[in-house]
């Protein structure tokens, strides 16, 4: 029973307490004799022993509903809740890097995808604009099978007519006054296939991407996509095969107010990245 249910039986919970109406005429009692029996008390009338009956009642159910948790106990709750496949596994992450790129993962499901989270982040940053140093990166983290096709489609991809359209100078630097920001956050990993040798790991991302400045064309926005990545075991540790890209899923943007140009700039310079681990 809730607290907003009519505590008192509905409309005319009190209307039969006054009777019928009617009236009754009582007799007196005769003298009582001290020898004999014991005098009765005369009887209620049954319509009162019900009221009064029914307002005990309503009152016992009244307590209990107020003195009663809105869910019943269960000590099994009280226990810590288990691992799920979104929870963090709490293994510390690996400690060796290779240009700057985490390395040494364990040869598991886990390894597979702490892996692929720490790619995702070297592919989606700033130095991949660079053309030596994103030569660095896909060497580091590229399998040998097809590091000269990541290479090669790289290279294409950061063209000199893509660093020109995003405002950069030939070797992926900002114009003066300005920092480039490329950075991207993994949120979770999921393995899409595991087979010992290889695995398929999706990566869900949000990245920060633009040109800081009063006079950019291009500001700083965020967005979330989700990086797949294709790993292959080379006997000590994951290399990437593949890799492509797709938008999503996406949050209904909040209501923070923006930040200012130089704000962002600073943030970017003084806030350091992580090494993942699932």
């Given at each position: 029973m809730s607290n907003d249910d009519d505590q008192y039986g509905g409309a005319g919970g009190y209307g039969e307490v006054g009777g019928t109406g009617q009236t009754r005429t009582r007799l007196p009692d005769p003298p009582a004799d001290p020898y004999g029996p014991t005098r009765r008390t005369p009887r209620a009338s049954r319509s009162?022993?019900?009221?009064?009956?029914?307002?005990?009642?309503?009152?016992?159910?009244?307590?209990?509903?107020?003195?009663a948790p809105d869910t019943p106990s269960d000590r099994a709750s009280d226990k810590p809740p288990t691992d799920s496949s979104t929870a963090a596994t709490g293994t510390n992450p690996v400690t060796d890097k290779s240009a700057g790129i985490p390395k040494g993962f364990a040869h598991d499901e886990q390894g597979a995808q702490s892996a692929a989270a720490n790619f995702a982040v070297a592919l989606g940053s700033d130095g991949m604009f660079n053309s030596a140093r994103r030569r660095a990166i896909v060497d580091a983290l590229a399998d040998d099978s097809t590091r000269p096709k990541l290479q090669s489609g790289f290279?294409?991809?950061?063209?000199?007519?893509?660093?020109?359209?995003?405002?950069?100078?030939?070797?992926?630097?900002a114009p003066a006054g300005s920092t480039f920001v490329s950075r991207t956050l993994p949120a979770g990993t999921k393995v899409k296939?595991?087979?010992?040798?290889?695995?398929?790991?999706?990566v869900w991302c949000?990245?920060?991407?633009?040109?800081t400045g009063e006079k950019s064309t291009r500001p700083v926005t965020s967005g979330w996509f989700t990086i797949s990545v294709t790993l292959k075991w080379n006997g000590s540790d994951w290399k990437v095969v593949e890799t492509s890209q797709k938008d999503g899923p996406t949050p209904v943007t909040g209501d923070n107010a923006v930040s200012g140009?130089?704000?962002?700039?600073?943030?970017?310079?003084?806030?350091?990245?992580?090494?993942y681990a699932r």
């Open positions: 009162l022993i019900t009221v009064v009956g029914v307002v005990v009642l309503l009152i016992a159910a009244i307590a209990f509903a107020n003195s290279d294409a991809d950061y063209s000199a007519g893509l660093l020109s359209q995003i405002g950069l100078t030939k070797d992926g630097l296939s595991y087979a010992g040798a290889t695995a398929a790991v999706d949000i990245g920060m991407f633009g040109l140009s130089g704000e962002i700039s600073s943030a970017v310079t003084e806030f350091g990245g992580f090494t």
